[in-house]
């Protein structure tokens, strides 16, 4: 007699609890909802029922009652949905992709350094209305622990605002006025901890049975020192080990508290279920609020198993297929994007990327994308990015990619040893050298970033700094030098000409649509002093945004070429995030090059050259892809001459077909 497969007999059992749970859920979810919203929940249960249900019985057993409860959980968001937010689903119902699409481009600001407060937003609508934006994500401001807080992802209460820019009131009415002009709220979502002064936290200190092991506290230096033969810290220098002594813990006798960021982060465990449900029902509470896209930080590291670096695990992706069901289930229209700062390789899972599709998140960061820029940038040479980016897992086509130049942390440098070795360089020697180029220390450079959380013992750093001096545009207007201008802002046009057209959804920090440089004023607030990511964080200058529309200004070409970059991109279908795409092979070391081609249009062609000085390419490598025509490019019309196509020197071009 022959076994039947494991997926077979997990579909099975799926069907078999549907069937109980679909029966008993009938009538109540007509009385909830009324007939046709129970209608239209209960096929959707039908269809994501088995993503909910074979990730839960695998964390937690075989048991309908906690899949019944749930449900229920579910069933209660969806009848507490505001109507304007029902009429949103009905449309991602019907486009189902939205997320997808060429026109949307992102901005990615701090509330009080992009407008000051919430209720101010709307004023600023008109600016991201003239950069094409359909998405902001508004970086951390649920309300923090007073004091030291990690940028505000130290979370102590999950349904309020920090007090500082508004209300959740504020916040609704925002994802109105964003919503009015068809643009989607982002914001983040802490999963791995809370703060310490969280009422989770603070109920589970005290004994709450609510709050029963929803922490995790060793009475002695045993479990840690053996987690942490294993575990890399995060923080080395700000905050080493992934644990903390706690007097409060064990009811007072004191313990060692799991802590992977910093002493006052409290990780969640994930291994109890009711933490899954509190989490589920933040999530739901606030898509009710508005919120349409969910930066879930710290996913990779919300579970825990000895001898293991705690990152990365099965159960991870358990609980994020999980979570993404069942949200869809109550709040269809939302959607989800990765923060897994973490190898290509661990990040394709993330977007459901497995042997068989699993649905978790919809988009993810592509930081390898970001970090080849850079160092291809710093080197004027492709090689390692082809090398790396060709060497990628095709990523699911009902996911997408969030491309950009750089966003609100450092840039640690995730270079391969593989792929360095493969184009014949050293990878620690690499990763130090961009670390000289990009903090200025190399003789050469126009960068001005500096070093973050440097490690004198092992070499290893990161680098902070604006993406305008990052690409020498502060240096050059510094010096008064219009040349080294001129060269800086090619190269800002040039990063954003790639996270534009590389297809997927291209994010804009904010600042960097004006060239905004380094902001010290940051090493005046105690608070924020010895973190010198901060000064890549501006505020909007009201000076340099009133020269935004002067293209005789450093901000108004920088801002014009943004603008031209988004309008192009949204008449080019090609760019649609579920089409094919491959790096080119192209006969220069000095260039990058890319395609794309969706089922409903021809191809596109990108090319970028890295150098400062012309170089040409075999047009060859164009060949097979139609009768393509420039659409867009740095210095007019591709031209081919003696049998070659040629780049001037920090040029791009974007190629479709007729």
């Known amino acids: 007699m022959i076994a039947p497969r494991p997926d077979v007999e997990r579909r099975r059992r799926a069907a078999a609890s549907l069937a109980r749970l679909r029966s008993a859920l009938e009538v109540e979810a007509e009385r909830c909802l009324g007939r046709a919203e129970a209608v239209g929940f209960l096929a959707r249960l039908e269809l994501w029922f088995v993503d909910l249900h074979a990730p839960l019985e695998a964390l937690y057993g075989n048991g309908d009652q906690l899949v019944d409860r749930i449900v229920r959980l579910a069933l209660r968001a969806a009848a507490e949905r505001p109507a304007e937010l029902r009429e949103l689903d009905r449309r991602r119902e019907v486009r189902p992709r939205w997320y997808q699409e060429p026109d949307l481009v ?76 068809g643009m989607s709220l982002c914001i983040d979502l802490v999963l791995n901890h809370t703060a310490r002064e969280h009422p989770w936290a603070r109920g589970w200190i005290k004994g709450d049975p609510a709050y029963a092991g929803f922490y995790t506290a060793f009475p002695n230096r045993t479990m840690p020192d053996a987690y942490e033969a294993t575990i890399a810290e995060v923080f080395p220098d700000r905050a080493p080990g992934s644990f903390t002594w706690s007097d409060e813990a064990n009811g007072g006798a004191g313990g060692w508290v799991w802590t992977t960021f910093f ?41 825990k198993r000895l001898g293991t670096p705690c990152m990365n695990q099965p159960e991870v992706h358990d609980l994020m297929q999980a979570l993404h069901a069942l949200t869809k289930l109550a709040a269809p229209a939302t959607v989800f994007k990765a923060e897994a700062i973490v190898s290509p390789e661990d990040l394709v899972p993330y977007l459901g990327g497995h042997a068989r599709y699993r649905p978790e998140c919809e988009l993810a960061y592509h930081n390898q994308l970001m970090v080849m820029l850079w160092s291809s940038l710093a080197t004027k040479d492709a090689r390692l990015a082809v090398q790396s980016l060709r060497r990628m897992t095709p990523i699911p086509n009902e996911t997408s990619w969030a491309t950009y130049v750089r966003g609100h942390d450092d840039i640690g440098w995730a270079v ?99 060239a905004l440089g380094n902001d010290e004023s940051y090493l005046a607030d105690p608070a924020l002093a010895d973190d010198n990511r901060w000064m890549h964080r501006p505020y909007l200058a009201a000076e340099a945004y009133a020269r935004r529309l002067d293209p005789s200004t450093v901000e108004g070409r920088v801002f014009g070429w943004i603008r031209r970059l988004a309008a192009a991109r949204r008449e080019l279908p090609a760019l649609h995030a579920a089409g094919d795409s491959a790096v080119l092979d192209v006969d220069d070391p000095h260039v990058l090059g890319w395609w794309r081609r969706h089922p409903r249009t021809g191809p596109f062609v990108g090319l970028v050259n890295f150098a400062e000085h012309r170089v040409s390419i075999d047009p060859r490598a164009l060949e097979g892809f139609g009768a393509l025509e420039t659409v867009l490019s740095s210095d007019g019309a591709l031209t081919i001459d003696h049998g070659r196509a040629h780049l001037p020197g920090l040029s791009f071009v974007w190629l479709a077909e007729h």
């Open 263 to 303: 002493s006052y982060q409290w990780d969640l465990n994930y291994a109890n279920p009711n933490v899954f449900c509190a989490v589920l029902d933040t999530v739901l509470w606030l898509a009710n609020r508005g919120v349409e896209i969910f930066r879930m930080d710290a996913v990779p590291f919300m579970w």
């Open 106 to 181: 992102g901005y990615v600001a701090y509330t009080d350094r992009f407008c000051g407060t919430l209720s101010d937003l709307p004023d600023k609508l008109d600016h991201l209305e003239d950069l094409g934006v359909r998405y902001l994500h508004l970086m951390p401001l649920l309300q923090p622990r007073p004091g030291e807080n990690d940028g505000g992802y130290a979370v102590m209460d999950y349904r309020a605002v920090d007090a500082r820019i508004g209300t959740m009131d504020d916040l609704e009415a925002a994802a109105r006025a964003l919503r009015g002009r």
């Open 416 to 514: 391969s040893d593989v792929d360095a070795w493969a184009v014949g360089w050293s990878p620690f020697a690499h990763r130090s050298f961009l670390n000289d180029f990009y903090s200025g220390a190399f003789p050469m450079s126009f960068a001005r970033g500096a070093l973050f959380q440097e490690n004198p013992e092992t070499g290893d750093a990161r680098i902070s700094g604006s993406c305008a001096a990052l690409c020498g545009i502060s240096d050059a207007r510094e010096r008064g030098d219009d040349h080294a201008l001129s060269l800086g802002i090619r190269r800002h046009v040039l990063l954003h000409a790639v996270t534009f057209a590389w297809g997927g959804v291209p994010l804009l920090w904010m600042g960097d649509e004006l």
